[in-house]
């Protein structure tokens, strides 16, 4: 099955600095790579994802980067606000997303990441 | 109507109650998920279902029951719990695969805090 790993478990940063979240994964199947911010007792919402075919996406201060050779991917998140104070989880499927089955997600551990005025 | 709606959003439960939590969208997902989320810890995959048929089980313990009436509605039957089963419990949806310029990833309900006593 999948193994997704994730770094750091806390980040601290100064508002207006930026902040990277990286994760591995074990399954080279693999072909897509979300990213979910979850606030304190609230829901995960996806707030950005990757595809295999493709390196970088960006959207406004979120960026994500996939490097398939070394099974790693990673959240950028420029000009940081203290409402970007939440928890992280980067997820990946077990093998390849295909037509039927749905998709079956394993997260990563989470990344506490605390945005101070 | 861009929602996962889950109910109860709170429960509190003796060991020998029976309940059910239920789940519902209108997007057209054909995919349906359970997921277990304790807290501080990324969620865990539970159930599957894809175009209204049972999928995947995490090898669930048979105290947790789903059911999958219609392609809109999601139950989550709970008998005999422990108190460790406490948690919060997330439904989500999802398209089922990779289709192009579909959206690919989930869409996570408020949860089910539940509490075992």
């Known amino acids: 099955g999948e193994n997704v790993e994730q770094h750091p478990s806390t980040l601290s940063v100064q508002e207006g600095d930026s902040a990277v979240i990286k994760c591995t994964y074990s399954d080279s199947a693999s072909n897509y790579f979300p990213w979910y911010k979850q606030e304190l007792g609230k829901r995960p919402q996806l707030i950005i994802d990757i595809r295999s075919n493709v390196g970088e996406k960006k959207d406004q201060r979120i960026a994500v980067t996939l490097n398939k050779t070394a099974k790693h991917f990673s959240l950028h998140i420029t000009e940081t606000q203290p409402e970007d104070s939440a928890v992280y989880f980067c997820?990946?499927?077990?093998?390849?997303?295909?037509?039927?089955?749905?998709?079956?997600?394993?997260f990563g551990t989470g990344t506490q990441l605390k945005v101070e005025l | 109507d861009t929602e996962v709606t889950q109910t109860p959003k709170h429960l509190v439960m003796g060991m020998t109650n029976k309940k059910s939590l239920k789940c519902e969208q209108h997007?057209?997902?054909?995919?349906m998920y359970w997921y277990k989320q304790k807290a501080k810890k990324p969620p865990e995959l539970m159930f599957v279902y894809s175009y209204e048929k049972l999928s995947i089980n995490e090898s669930v313990p048979s105290r947790f029951s789903p059911e999958c009436p219609n392609s809109s509605l999601l139950n989550l039957h709970l008998h005999a719990l422990q108190p460790e089963d406490s948690a919060l419990y997330l439904c989500?949806?999802?398209?089922?695969?990779?289709?192009?310029?579909?959206?690919?990833?989930?869409?996570f309900g408020s949860g089910t805090r539940l509490t075992v006593v």
């Open positions: 997007m057209g997902h054909r995919a």
């Open positions: 997820a990946a499927p077990r093998g390849p997303i295909l037509t039927g089955g749905g998709n079956k997600l394993t």
């Open positions: 989500a949806s999802s398209q089922v695969g990779m289709g192009v310029g579909t959206p690919d990833g989930y869409t």
